[in-house]
């Protein structure tokens, strides 16, 4: 597709259950990030992925969350024993460097219930 | 639903009028400075960005302001349209710093006719 598409666009799933949010960058670019925004505030970031490897996961707030990009192209961002504290939008961010404009994706909404 | 920005500081102007929404940032150390619009539901899309060896910047309809001395930024908009209604956030970064950026809290820009 033209842009970062990201799926679902809305998630609801109980506290304590697993969760996987799926990335599909722009093709050919090779930096990914996830961010995480709460409501009323700007995106936090998440993880950057530059090909295959993650970069930098500073931002993953616990040993739940976990990021995958097996082929340096689709990434899935995961979620373990999900709380309610997790409900946020997931946001995923592409560029065809890590130094050039990041494009968003309409990013996930995530609901735990 | 819910929507980004619902408990952000709202700025109101009539349409034609322009538009000044102010950010402060946090890193001195930053050199990378970006302003983001988000519509309701959607993901940020950059509007213009700013490196610090300059201290204006202009667009089409759009010039962002940066004064290091005070680490304030500014996006003014020209002729403001209702289609420019939106949550508007500024970000920080380091050049070389793979987008892993940092968002102010956001400010709501409601036009109207």
């Known amino acids: 597709g033209a842009g970062v598409s990201q799926t679902p666009s809305n998630k609801v799933t109980e506290k304590g259950k697993y969760v996987e949010l799926r990335c599909d960058p722009i093709?050919?670019?090779?930096?990914l990030y996830w961010y995480r925004q709460s409501l009323g505030q700007g995106p936090e970031f998440l993880i950057y992925f530059q090909g295959t490897g993650a970069a930098d996961d500073s931002g993953l707030p616990n040993d739940r969350f976990f990021a995958v990009r097996p082929e340096g192209s689709v990434s899935t961002l995961k979620i373990q024993r999900t709380e309610r504290g997790d409900s946020a939008v997931y946001l995923c961010?592409?560029?065809?460097?890590?130094?050039?404009?990041?494009?968003f994706g309409q990013g996930t909404r995530l609901t735990v219930v | 639903g819910e929507s980004v920005g619902l408990h952000l500081p709202t700025l109101s102007v009539q349409e034609g009028d322009n538009s000044i929404i102010n950010c402060a940032y946090s890193?001195?150390?930053?050199?990378?400075f970006i302003w983001y619009k988000q519509e309701s539901g959607k993901g940020p899309q950059f509007i213009i960005d700013?490196?610090?060896?300059?201290d204006k910047r202009q667009g089409q309809r759009v010039t962002v302001l940066l004064n290091k001395t005070v680490k304030h930024l500014s996006l003014q908009i020209a002729a403001t349209q209702p289609g420019d209604s939106a949550v508007y956030f500024c970000?920080?970064?380091?050049?070389?710093?793979?987008?892993?950026?940092?968002f102010g809290a956001g400010t709501r820009l409601a036009v109207h006719p």
């Open positions: 961010a592409s560029s065809s460097d890590g130094n050039t404009e990041a494009f």
């Open positions: 093709s050919g670019h090779t930096a």
């Open positions: 970000a920080e970064s380091s050049i070389g710093g793979y987008n892993k950026l940092i």
């Open positions: 890193n001195s150390a930053s050199d990378y």
């Open positions: 700013i490196r610090s060896n300059m």
